[in-house]
């Protein structure tokens, strides 16, 4: 069946302007994530959507980052007024609930210029 | 000091050998314990997901979560030149699969 889907794969941007990544989850999964990939820190985790309770934003850099989850499916992840150190590989992924493994898409590659 | 080690390698292996691979981790509360696989340029890829301590077995995979010393491990038979990817430890606490702490991965190679 369709896995986690990202978009767009790959994103060139000038600093400070503002960029929207879109993640569609596995259907059904009522849990979604977006983690950052970067060579010096690894995969750190964002936040954490489940069903129609309020998301843990616990892991966002900045106020900067800010993402939405619509109808309980599609997901945007949006930063604002872009940095440099915001390049790295943006991943999301879902599971069935949260006990669930996390199953993830193949991310969006971020670069500010 | 980070939450979860993972020996970054490289470690170069010959086709057929078995890999060892292994994470430490110092957050008492993590219950739930994960290993993905994540090749060149795409997304992690689950292997293993095991429920506290004990071993798990599958096909040429097998995991192993030892609780008290806060060791997991994940062990590759027969490997093979496929195998060759960064392999990353992933671990969360009691609320489930909740915010995922990771390793820093462990590149891979098998050579033919």
């Known amino acids: 069946g369709a896995g986690v889907s990202q978009s767009p794969s790959n994103k060139v941007t000038e600093k400070g302007k503002d960029v929207e990544l879109r993640c569609d989850p596995i259907s059904g999964h009522t849990a979604l994530y977006w983690y950052r990939q970067s060579l010096g820190q690894g995969l750190e985790f964002l936040i954490y959507?489940?069903?129609?309770?309020?998301?843990?934003k616990s892991g966002l850099p900045s106020d900067r980052f800010s993402a939405e989850r619509t109808g309980g499916s599609v997901s945007t992840l949006t930063i604002q007024r872009t940095q440099q150190e915001d390049s790295a590989v943006y991943l999301c992924a879902s599971s069935l609930d949260r006990y669930q493994p996390q199953h993830f898409g193949d991310g969006t590659r971020l670069s500010i210029l | 000091q980070k939450e979860v080690e993972q020996d970054p390698g490289p470690l170069s292996v010959p086709e057929g050998a078995i890999v060892s691979l292994n994470c430490t981790y110092s957050n008492s509360a993590f219950q739930y314990f994960m290993w993905y696989r994540q090749y060149s340029r795409k997304g992690p890829e689950l292997l293993m997901y095991?429920?506290?301590?004990g071993n798990k077995e599958d096909g040429r995979f097998t995991a192993q979560v030892d609780k008290s010393s806060k060791y997991i491990s994940l062990f590759i038979r027969d490997s093979q030149p496929s195998d060759s990817a960064t392999y990353l430890c992933?671990?969360?606490?009691?609320?489930?699969?909740?915010?995922?702490?990771f390793g820093t991965g462990t590149q891979l190679k098998v050579e033919l």
């Open positions: 959507f489940q069903g129609n309770s309020a998301p843990d």
């Open positions: 095991t429920y506290s301590s």
């Open positions: 992933a671990m969360s606490g009691a609320g489930g699969g909740n915010k995922l702490t």
